[in-house]
C-alpha cells in the first residue's frame, strides 16, 4: 500500500546515476524487525541493560550515500525519491557486526598442529616445542608483504560475507622489527583497499623469539626503545596489547611496555587470564585498558576490579571452543552489573575463524547469554572496544549504513538457534552492498 509513496529515481533519468553529482539514496522497506536502535551517546550497554534490545517492527531505513538519514515504522515512511529500493519483507536488519579482537595477518595455517592436538598433545606442549606462535613467525618472516596482503585480503573478504562491519587486526607473527613493521603496513593497505573500517594494534608482545629466551628482557627493551618509536613514527597503530600469562608476558613486563606505548599514544588492550590468573587485570585496569580479552580464567578479585571501570571486557568463544578450554565467565561478568563485548580472535593457532555469526551462536549455546545480550554485545559494544561506538555498532542516525540484512527468518533469536546455518540475505558496508 505505501508504494504510491516512494519509487526508484533511476527510472526517471536518461544519464547514469554515477555520472549526476548528487546524493545516492537507498531505501529499505518492510523490514520485519530493525534491530539495535540507540542513541549517539549509547556508547556501551552493561549489566542487565544488555538484555534489552530495542527494535522497531515494520520498519524502513533510509541511507544517505554511506550513512543512515532516517529510519521509522513504515506507517511513518516519508516520501523519498530514492535511488534504490530493496524489500525487506520477512527479513530482519541489524548493524553489521563489530569484530574487535583478530589477527587477520598471518602466514599460511597450522593445520598441522591441529592434527597433532586430536592426537593428544596440548597447546601448550606445542608451543613449548617451538610450535605455535613462534612457528606462525617464522612463516611470516618468509613471507613477502605482497602475498601477506593477498592472503588476508581473502580473509577480510569472507568475514564481510559473514556480515562484519569494523575489525581490528593485530600484529604479532612478526617478533623482529621489520616484520611487525610488515604486519601493520598490511594492515595499513586492507584499510585502503577495503570498505570495512580497519583499526590497528601492536602485539610485538606476543611470545619470546627463540633467540631470546634465556634474556627476555633483551627482547622487551628491543620492544621499548625499538619497534613502538618505529611503529608510532609510521603512525602504523591505534592500540598497544601484550599477551600477558604464564609463560609469555609477566605483568611486570606488560606494565612496562604499556607504560612505553602510552608515551607514544598508543591504548592499551591485553590479552589476559586465557590460561591462568596472575595479575594481568589489575594492571589492564591500572593503565586504563580499553578492553580486556580473553579472560576465560577469572577469579571474584578479577571481576571486582573490573567494575566500575571504563574497560571493556572482551570474550572470544570460538577460542574456547577450538582449544576446548573454559569459556569465559559472561554470566558471573554481567550479572555483576559489568558489560560485555565478544570477538572472534581469528587467527591460526587458537581461532582460524572470523566467523561472529557463529561467535553469537557460541556465546548463547555454552556461555548462557541471550540473544539479546550476544547482538548487544558483538555490536555496539564491540564497536566500544576499538572506539567506534560514535559511528558503528547501533541503528543510530548518522552512523554508517553498516547493515545485515537476513534471509527469511521467524524472529531475530533464530541467528544463534540455527547455529549452523548460513543465515544472511545482504550484507552492506558504507551504504553499498557487498
Ligand atoms: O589470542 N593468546 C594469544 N594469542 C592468540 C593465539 C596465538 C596462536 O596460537 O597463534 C590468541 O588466542
Ligand atoms: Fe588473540
Avoid at 28 to 36: F, G, P
Avoid at 143 to 148: D, F, G, H, R
Avoid at 149 to 165: C, H, N, Y
Wanted: glycine share 6%; net charge neutral.
Amino acid at each position: 500500500m505505501f508504494n504510491s509513496f516512494y519509487k526508484a529515481l533511476s527510472t526517471n533519468f536518461d544519464l547514469p546515476l554515477h555520472k549526476i553529482n548528487k546524493n545516492m539514496y537507498t531505501l529499505i522497506t518492510n523490514i520485519k524487525e530493525l534491530l539495535q536502535i540507540r542513541k549517539l551517546d549509547e556508547d556501551k550497554i552493561s549489566g542487565k541493560a544488555m538484555k534489552i534490545l530495542p527494535t522497531i517492527k515494520n520498519a524502513y531505513l533510509i541511507i544517505k550515500n554511506d550513512t543512515i538519514f532516517d529510519f521509522g515504522k513504515m506507517e511513518n515512511i516519508p516520501t523519498i525519491e530514492a535511488d534504490k529500493i530493496i524489500d525487506a519483507k520477512d527479513k530482519i536488519v541489524l548493524p553489521s557486526w563489530c569484530d574487535s579482537h583478530t589477527h587477520i595477518v598471518f602466514a599460511g595455517n597450522r593445520e598441522g598442529e591441529f592434527v597433532d592436538r586430536i592426537n593428544g598433545l596440548t597447546y601448550e606442549e606445542i608451543a613449548n616445542n617451538g610450535g605455535g606462535i613462534l612457528n606462525s613467525a617464522k612463516k611470516l618472516q618468509e613471507t613477502s608483504e605482497a602475498e601477506l596482503f593477498e592472503q588476508a585480503s581473502k580473509r577480510i573478504e569472507e568475514i564481510m560475507d559473514l556480515g562484519t562491519g569494523a575489525v581490528e587486526i593485530k600484529s604479532g607473527y612478526g617478533l623482529t622489527l621489520a616484520a611487525e613493521l610488515k604486519i601493520l603496513r598490511v594492515i595499513k593497505k586492507l584499510a585502503k583497499a577495503y570498505p570495512i573500517e580497519i583499526k590497528a594494534t601492536f602485539l610485538g608482545a606476543h611470545a619470546f623469539p627463540s633467540e631470546f629466551k634465556d634474556d627476555k628482557e633483551a627482547y622487551i627493551n628491543l620492544i621499548c626503545d625499538e619497534m613502538i618509536p618505529a611503529v608510532a613514527k609510521e603512525n602504523l597503530a591505534d592500540f598497544i596489547d601484550v599477551f600477558c600469562e604464564t609463560g609469555y608476558f609477566s605483568p611486570n613486563q606488560t606494565e612496562r611496555i604499556l607504560e612505553t606505548g602510552k608515551r607514544f599514544n598508543l591504548i592499551p588492550k591485553i590479552h589476559v587470564n586465557q590460561f591462568t590468573s596472575i595479575g594481568g587485570v589489575q594492571v589492564g585496569i591500572k593503565f586504563k585498558a580499553l578492553s580486556l580479552d580473553h579472560l576465560e580464567i577469572m577469579n571474584p578479585q578479577d571481576i571486582e576490579a573490573l567494575k566500575n571501570t571504563d574497560t571493556m571486557p572482551v570474550a572470544l568463544p570460538s577460542c574456547s571452543y577450538f582449544l576446548s578450554i573454559p569459556y569465559t565467565p559472561a554470566r558471573k561478568i554481567i550479572d555483576k552489573g559489568l558489560p560485555l563485548a565478544l570477538a572472534t580472535d581469528f587467527n591460526p593457532g587458537s581461532t582460524p575463524s572470523g566467523n561472529m555469526n557463529f561467535v553469537v551462536a557460541t556465546a548463547c549455546i555454552k556461555m548462557k547469554m541471550t540473544p539479546e545480550e550476544a547482538i548487544n554485545a558483538a555490536t555496539i559494544n564491540g564497536a566500544y572496544a576499538m572506539q567506534l561506538s560514535k559511528s558503528h555498532g547501533s541503528i543510530t542516525i548518522g552512523k554508517k549504513a553498516n547493515l545485515i540484512i537476513t534471509k527469511l527468518i521467524p524472529s531475530y533469536g533464530f541467528i544463534p538457534y540455527a547455529f549452523g546455518s548460513q543465515l544472511i540475505d545482504t550484507v552492506i558496508i558504507n551504504g553499498d552492498t557487498v
